[in-house]
């Protein structure tokens, strides 16, 4: 199975946003939620417009089972806001385009994710990027490890740091300073 990593670079990050925004608002506002969130594909596809219609989020994580409510932050609600204009309440966020108010399924995501992707030239990505970058920048902002393992339902804060990337980038960094101090 191939590992996933978040998208770190905000040059990229920006890019991919751009792709999105000229290639098709619904996948537009799937990656955005995704950023913004954190939440898994799965609960984001299983959205309907009446979810989105509040200040919050509130779900059902279909992984785990869990009551979950994730606010709206405003460049978030913007997006959504005109994305949902019309709509009617039992409508699905992303919906397929194939038969009659049906989502997508994870794996047109994933091609969705992956076509972006190669426009910028990144490696090493799947439905698990979108949660990934969100909690990636969110510590990189924060620094506060225990909040994001709470919002991802870690057991520990070793497993939210490797699951978005930080150890790996610490261990990078570190072996670039690395070095021998012979005398010769």
Partial sequence: MNTVQPIR??????????FFKKQSE??????????????RISDILDL?????????ISIREIKTGKEKRFIIIPPLRRILNGYISGREDNEYLIKSRNGENKPIHRSTAYRILNEAARQVNL???GTHTLRKTFGY????STKDVALLQSLFNHD?????????????????K????FRYNFKN
């Avoid at 506002?29 to 939440?39: K, N, S």
């Fill in 9 to 18: 670079d905000m040059e990229k990050l920006e890019r991919i946003i751009e």
């Fill in 26 to 39: 619904r996948n537009y506002v799937m990656f955005m939620i995704g950023i913004y969130t954190g939440l």
């Fill in 137 to 140: 920048h969110f510590y990189q």
């Fill in 123 to 125: 490696k090493e990505i």
């Fill in 174 to 177: 570190a072996m670039m300073r």
């Fill in 156 to 172: 520990s804060p070793k497993v939210t740091l490797r699951y978005i990337g930080v150890n790996q980038d610490t261990l990078d």
């Fill in 48 to 56: 309907r417009v009446k979810d989105v219609k509040g200040h919050h």
